[in-house]
């Protein structure tokens, strides 16, 4: 079965400093996309990044990066630089191929920046 | 602007009262679909629509019904609401499906049912 584990419920980060959230995935596709997203705590879901399994290379979006290491099977978020609008929860995602329309999302880890 | 459009944003209601969430996005999007968020569990899929009258379950559709009419809006209905429908509601549409589909989420509802 497709899953996707966050074994980080909390973090702590001083600000300007980097931070890596851990994000690792089960899946038998061949094809599939990773996603992160960021909820802060109004709520709204943001999406941040992206990465194809069969990119090459670490997607990077501004301050994020993803560190996509395949025969681990693991999509780790990393912010360089954090501000203190950083804090809040982070999930990461993976979606399916085809055929239906899904993501499966993991649990969540909030992460909080101190000044 | 690109967007997708849940109302209400909060919402209180009475066990087995009827009420309906709605959601329209004006980006032309063929995929739609609900997801509950709890805390602990990240977020889970109540159901999809793949097109104009195509829906089908996600991984907890118990408790909920929707429709697919028009192809910008895709309701939640709760029949019967319970105390653990409880919960952060989201709506979501994507172009198309795929392994590179960004998902595009609403401002989520926020329902408590007492």
């Known amino acids: ?115 | 602007e690109a967007q997708v459009t849940q109302n209400p944003r909060y919402l209180i209601t009475v066990t087995g009262k009827k009420l309906t969430v709605t959601c329209s996005q004006n980006m032309n999007h063929e995929y739609m679909s609900w997801y509950r968020q709890d805390p602990g569990l990240g977020l889970r899929q109540i159901y999809y629509s793949m097109n104009v009258e195509v829906t089908d379950k996600g991984d907890v559709p118990e408790g909920y019904k929707v429709s697919r009419k028009e192809k910008r809006n895709f309701p939640l209905i709760l029949e019967s609401p319970s105390p653990n429908q409880t919960s952060l509601y989201f709506c979501a549409s994507s172009s198309q499906t795929g392994a590179n589909t960004e998902a595009f989420f609403g401002q989520g509802t926020r329902l408590t049912v007492v």
């Open chain 1, 1 to 115: 079965a497709q899953k996707i584990t966050q074994t980080q419920p909390g973090m702590f980060v001083q600000e300007k400093e980097a931070v890596t959230l851990d994000c690792t995935y089960d899946t038998s596709d061949q094809s599939y996309g990773l996603f992160w997203y960021k909820q802060p705590s109004s709520g709204e879901m943001i999406f941040l990044i992206y990465q194809g399994s069969y990119d090459e290379q670490n997607a990077t979006e501004g301050r994020y990066s993803l560190n996509f290491q395949k025969a681990r099977k693991s999509a780790n978020l990393v912010i360089s630089a954090s501000q203190l609008g950083d804090s809040a929860m982070y999930f990461c995602a993976m979606s399916h191929t085809s055929g239906t329309y899904k993501y499966i999302f993991g649990t969540g880890t909030r992460l909080k920046v101190l000044a």
